[in-house]
């Protein structure tokens, strides 16, 4: 069962700045973080699962499970 996400527009703003970064990380370094399994971020209240797709961090859209 997927959680719905209640973010507000900072929440946001600050999820896709911190997937970018460790998107560049990954691309720079060549390092990525849990590569075969999903990744939590904390983020205030809220517990993101994102996950490595191949070319970006993403949000899973299983949030939740």
Do not use: C, F
């Not at 849990?34 to 490595?52: H, K």
Request: proline fraction near 3%; aromatic fraction near 4%.
């Amino acid at each position: 069962m997927s959680a719905p996400l209640n973010l507000t527009a900072e929440q946001l703003r600050t999820l896709g700045i911190v997937l970018d970064e460790l998107t560049e990380i990954t691309k720079t370094h060549g390092v990525s973080l849990t590569p075969q399994a999903r990744l939590e971020l904390g983020l205030d209240d809220n517990v993101l699962m994102v996950s490595w797709d191949g070319s970006a961090y993403v949000i899973d859209d299983r949030n939740g499970d």
